[in-house]
């Protein structure tokens, strides 16, 4: 759902409580660009953002069993609609808030990842669980379209989500990973290491969606903070962090 975006800045430091605290269950890609645009919204409302981190998959079986979070920002689509489905979100507030990207990234200075892959790679290569991380499906998805699938399977070490892919990298557990984008640019520049951004024509493109829970569907400071992702401040972060806006 789109919501208005006149004088939003009016609307929700007029109509929301003193305080009101709003408690978001986060995908684990997301991190950065979430805490940069929790704590603008916060000097912005003087509402408190409570930020969990964690994979799509984990954190969509926490909300069925019953977790308090107030909103889910996904790393996929499927995941939002099930709890749609399922009677534990509200249906129309449901919309993509940023198109995520894969990279190969290494922490080694001025070498060429996709070179280090197609040329004999044998050594360990990081991803993210599938069956947890949709950034773990683009990264199958990846290798399947370089005919790299078989080959490199025997090398796959998973991280259970994004951050512990990145990790794995990023501690010299695995020379090479596929991780999101947004885990090592910052202002359209990475920042550490060497990447190479993956083509998007090599995997499924990453819509990320938002959806409000029925445990936020009564809090102004959870539906003003959905509003908020959809402004032009909030979309800025996210393009900093390597991220499109669909």
């Known amino acids: ?15 929301l409580p ?4 709003v408690l978001v269950a986060v995908a684990s890609n997301f991190t950065a660009p979430a805490q940069a645009i929790a704590a603008a919204f916060e000097q912005q409302t003087g509402q ?3 930020l969990a981190f964690g994979a799509s998959g984990k954190l969509t079986a926490q909300i069925v069993q019953g977790a308090p979070f ?12 099930l709890l749609v489905a399922q009677g534990q979100a509200v249906a129309a507030s449901r919309f993509t808030y940023a198109m995520g990207k894969l990279v190969l990234w290494t922490v080694q200075d001025g070498v060429e990842p996709y070179q ?13 669980d599938p069956r947890l991380a949709p950034y773990g499906v683009a990264a199958q998805q990846t290798l399947s379209s370089l005919n790299l699938l078989e080959s490199t399977r025997r090398q796959w070490v998973m991280g259970e989500n994004i951050s512990q892919t990145w990790q794995f990298v990023a501690t010299g557990n695995a020379p090479l990973g596929l991780v999101a984008l947004s885990q090592v640019m910052e202002n359209g520049q990475i920042v550490r290491g060497s990447g190479w951004v993956v083509p998007q024509a090599l995997y499924q493109p990453i819509h990320q969606d938002a959806v409000l829970l029925k445990k936020g569907a009564q809090n102004p400071a959870a539906q003003a903070f959905l509003r908020y992702l959809q402004q032009p401040q909030a979309q800025a972060i996210m393009q900093r962090f390597g991220y499109g806006i669909e």
């Open 116 to 128: 280090q892959l197609t040329q004999n790679y044998s050594a360990r290569l990081a991803l993210a």
């Open 48 to 50: 408190r953002v409570r």
């Open 1 to 15: 759902m789109k919501f208005p975006l006149i004088n939003l800045s009016l609307l929700l430091l007029l109509a």
């Open 18 to 21: 003193v305080r009101a605290d």
């Open 70 to 81: 107030e909103i889910f920002l996904s790393a996929d689509q499927a995941k939002p609609e």
